[in-house]
């Protein structure tokens, strides 16, 4: 199975066009779970993932019970990025078959998605006390190379 991001009920359309656009680049699919605060086919998707979008391999699923069931990643292959992870994105061996999961720009995951799953909890580390969080497509793409590192 490929590498992907996956964007948990992304809200902005020009993130996930960002983030599609580096799939491309590195090779990743990427994975879309609904409801999403924009339409798939909104010219902000298109305009920040340039003309590359065409060539994105999307996938989308309805739930994250859907993407569990049909995409079936590994459980050691998942990756939920948090502010609060217990570990750092620089502390995890990333598996050939990696997925980085992101929630929404606003709330990030809901509870009941993160129970049980907390081993799986990753954070990028942030030096400045001023911040809590990174743009989406930023934070995607710095987790996405750093779980490249060995093979670019």
Not at 39 to 64: C, M
Request: hydrophobic share 40%.
């Amino acid at each position: 199975m490929k590498p992907a991001i996956v964007l948990v009920e992304p809200e902005i359309a020009g993130n996930t066009g960002s983030v599609g656009r580096t799939c491309v680049a590195l090779d990743l699919d990427l994975c879309l779970i609904r409801p999403y605060g924009f339409e798939i086919t909104d010219r902000n998707v298109r305009r920040a993932g340039l003309d590359y979008w065409k060539f994105v391999r999307l996938h989308e699923y309805d739930s994250w019970a859907d993407f569990l069931r049909l995409r079936a990643p590994r459980p050691e292959a998942l990756f939920l990025f948090e502010e609060f992870g217990a570990r750092s994105v620089y502390d995890v061996e990333f598996p050939p078959d990696f997925h980085l999961c992101f929630g929404r720009e606003t709330r990030g995951f809901d509870p009941e998605l993160l129970r049980g799953r907390e081993d799986r909890l990753v954070k990028l580390p942030m030096r400045s006390p001023h911040i809590r969080s990174l743009n989406l497509a930023n934070a995607a793409t710095a987790a996405a190379y750093q779980a490249l590192r060995g093979v670019l």
